[in-house]
């Protein structure tokens, strides 16, 4: 599957904003999708994911409460939602895919095959 993340942006702190990742190829259901970030001089970082047909959501600690995963197959699109964003939630974010239903409750990135392009959100003090 291909992946095509949008909706990045420059926010003020407490603002939201919600990115989007779009796959085309293979019946995107059959995945399991999710979301990474890296920030300037960090490593990549687990944020949100969710496994084929809803079954089980996961969050990282830092993210749980403010942020939200949603997925609509039908349009091949997998939503994050984040709310009362903060400076420290400045980074490239990616989505992610895989065939794997253990995938989608992993925050190993290493575990994840298919990778999109990235969006950048910016959060301002």
């Known amino acids: 599957v291909q992946l095509q993340a949008s909706g990045g942006g420059l926010v003020q702190a407490g603002e939201s904003l919600r990115v989007s990742c779009t796959g085309s190829?293979?019946?995107?259901?059959?995945?399991?999708v999710g979301w990474f970030r890296q920030s300037p001089g960090k490593e990549r970082e687990f944020v949100a994911a969710k496994t084929q047909h809803n079954r089980r959501t996961t969050y990282a600690d830092s993210v749980k409460g403010r942020f939200s995963i949603s997925r609509d197959d039908d349009k091949n699109t997998v939503y994050l939602q984040m709310n009362n964003l903060k400076p420290e939630d400045t980074a490239v974010y990616f989505c992610?895919?895989?065939?794997?239903?253990?995938?989608?409750?992993?925050?190993?990135?290493?575990?994840?095959?298919?990778w999109g392009q990235g969006t950048l959100v910016t959060v301002s003090s």
């Open positions: 190829g293979r019946t995107f259901s059959l995945y399991s």
């Open positions: 992610v895919g895989d065939e794997r239903y253990s995938t989608g409750t992993t925050y190993r990135s290493e575990e994840w095959t298919y």
